[in-house]
């Protein structure tokens, strides 16, 4: 865990800016304990009118969220145009982080073995638990692309998937690197354009690109309405907040040690027009 350790304090060391280790500022903290005592005393002189305001403040937010996404819904309308291929490809380090996924690795090897990017600039990690043996023995039992490479996460606690990308961010080389999740099929073109993309950045402070993530129906199940619900919000969660590029999670540009804190993005099924 020596190099799990490392990762993360280098990065708060060295690139506090970018790791989210704050806690709660002075401000924020009286106006905590003045909301949740004005709560409890409400509660206790006079319930009813507490819980209907209670209530209606509910329904405000839901609403101002709703209008909020719809706003950024029509602002993403406006797309981005594609950036000029980069002239020299970096470095691409690729991790995926599996647990109990031992059904699902070889879809995923045969998935990140069709990405076009040169096979001498790629380096990629299957993060396994050493605990998770049935995936760790379809693993040995798959035929991995040479760039592709099993490694175990050492034991400890808390398992993690945060803990065990920091154990493959200790090893990482790339100048670039990506997370996936095993149900994830990225468009094969996904890297270049990522790595065009941080190519063309004039500042230098883009640090991050995250991909649409699009749900892909079960065949012939044509997709009933909670299904079809979930698609959409999947689908306009990444693409409203982030100008929209070619589908699957997340690239990171890697300046040294850096903490990676990997949402779920797609559990069910992801797509990659594809689909962190």
């Known amino acids: ?12 060391r060295g690139y506090p800016h970018r790791a989210d280790m704050r806690s709660f500022g002075l401000g924020q903290s009286i106006i905590f304990v003045i909301s949740l005592g004005a709560l409890i005393w409400g509660m206790a002189t006079n ?3 507490t819980g209907a305001f209670l209530i209606l403040l509910a329904q405000v937010v839901f609403l101002a969220a709703a209008a909020w ?3 950024l819904i029509l602002v993403s309308l406006r797309l981005a145009p594609d950036p000029e291929p980069a002239a020299d490809l970096p470095r691409y380090t690729i991790l995926a982080a599996l647990l109990d996924e031992a059904e699902i690795l070889p879809q995923l090897v045969e998935r990140l073995d069709a990405i076009d990017y040169p096979r001498k600039l790629l380096e990629g990690f299957l993060l396994l638990e050493a605990h998770d043996h049935a995936t760790l023995a379809a693993a040995a039992q798959c035929a ?9 996460v050492p034991p400890g606690s808390p398992r993690t998937k945060p803990a065990a990308l920091n154990a493959g961010l200790a090893v990482a080389s790339g100048a670039l690197l990506t997370v996936y999740d095993a149900e994830d099929d990225p468009d094969p073109r996904q890297l270049r354009e990522a790595a065009a993309r941080f190519a063309a950045d004039p500042t230098g402070r883009l640090a991050t690109l995250q991909a649409p993530l699009r749900i892909r129906a079960q065949a012939g199940s044509g997709g009933g309405f909670l299904e079809r619900q979930f698609a959409v919000e999947y689908a306009a969660c990444p693409r409203s907040p982030c100008p929209p ?3 699957s999670v997340c690239r990171s540009r890697s300046v040294g040690p850096a903490i990676i804190s990997a949402s779920r993005p797609c559990a069910p099924s992801a ?3 594809p689909t962190t």
């Open 271 to 273: 797509d990659g027009t």
């Open 245 to 247: 590029w070619r589908g």
């Open 69 to 71: 996404r719809v706003v």
């Open 1 to 12: 865990m020596a190099g799990i350790r490392g990762s993360t304090q280098g990065a708060i």
């Open 144 to 152: 991995l692309p040479a760039w592709l490479n099993v490694l175990v």
């Open 47 to 49: 319930g009813p009118v």
